[in-house]
């Protein structure tokens, strides 16, 4: 199974799945973590017209018109991932991933070899009440 982080840095869990421009991918094979690699990731900062949602404050961000498009090429490297994890993302977003077939996990915790083994234990809390 392979599970695909929101990550800027590469070792931190990125607080918006929508900013980060990066994945750590992440290989486990009978609960462990048996490989480890880096994958680019679509963007706000790769779309033209920067970081626009599309949404009134408080409503669900992520279903304008041009945002199923910038699901898809946010999704695109990691067709192969059953997994993402983030510290947060709009409703678009998440959705998209789940219609899918890829659980989104939204999560406080920051480290991401912590969110990791906590998945696999089965004790990654999913803070829903994180999207937007």
């Not at 963007?43 to 018109?65: C, D, K, M, V």
């Not at 192969?80 to 678009?92: E, F, Q, S, T």
């Amino acid at each position: 199974m392979k599970i695909a982080i929101a990550s800027e840095n590469g070792t931190n869990v990125s607080q918006h799945f929508g900013r980060a421009p990066l994945y750590v991918v992440i290989t486990a094979e009978n609960g462990k973590v048996a490989g480890k690699e880096t994958r680019e990731k679509a963007g706000h900062n790769t779309f033209a017209g920067g970081q626009g949602h599309g949404a009134a404050p408080g409503e669900r961000r992520g279903y304008n018109p041009g945002s199923p498009s910038k699901h898809a090429a946010m999704a695109q490297n990691i067709g192969d991932c059953k997994v993402v994890i983030a510290g947060g993302m709009g409703w678009g977003a998440y959705d998209n991933l789940k219609s899918r077939g890829i659980e989104t996990v939204v999560t406080d915790i920051d480290d991401i070899e912590k969110a990791v083994n906590l998945y696999l234990e089965g004790k990654l809390p999913n803070l829903t009440d994180r999207l937007h």
